[in-house]
């Protein structure tokens, strides 16, 4: 019944900014950290970033520290990655995580491409 379904994904240039949703059901939302993670093509799955339950603690990648927020919607079953200064670097597959202590839930992921 776990579902998560991200979205916003798209075209940027770089330097420019998106800002991906995951939209969560299925579990009391508030009781798990949630993460987003990336499949860049030709490398390996990546750990972007996490948030703690009630958004106070955040977690981020060196690669994109300073660049990419990630914040939630508790009330809205919802958690955001704002991603400013892209980079084709940037450029992959986007997937919205839940995380529990026996297992992880994923959504089908959002293509992110930046280029010029």
């Known amino acids: 019944q776990v579902q998560l379904v991200e979205s916003g994904g798209g075209l940027a240039q770089p330097g420019g900014s998106l800002r991906l949703s995951c939209a969560a059901s299925?579990?009391?939302?508030?009781?798990?950290?949630m993460s987003w993670a990336r499949q860049a093509p030709g490398k390996g799955l990546e750990w972007v970033s996490n948030?703690?339950?009630?958004?106070?603690?955040?977690y981020y990648a060196d690669s994109v520290k300073g660049r990419f927020t990630i914040s939630r919607d508790n009330a809205k079953n919802t958690v955001y990655l704002q991603m400013n200064s892209l980079k084709p670097e940037d450029t992959a597959v986007y997937y919205c995580?839940?995380?529990?202590?026996?297992?992880?839930?994923w959504g089908q992921g959002t293509q992110v491409t930046v280029s010029s």
């Open positions: 995580v839940r995380i529990t202590n026996r297992d992880n839930y």
């Open positions: 299925g579990f009391t939302f508030s009781n798990t950290p």
């Open positions: 948030i703690e339950r009630d958004g106070s603690g955040t």
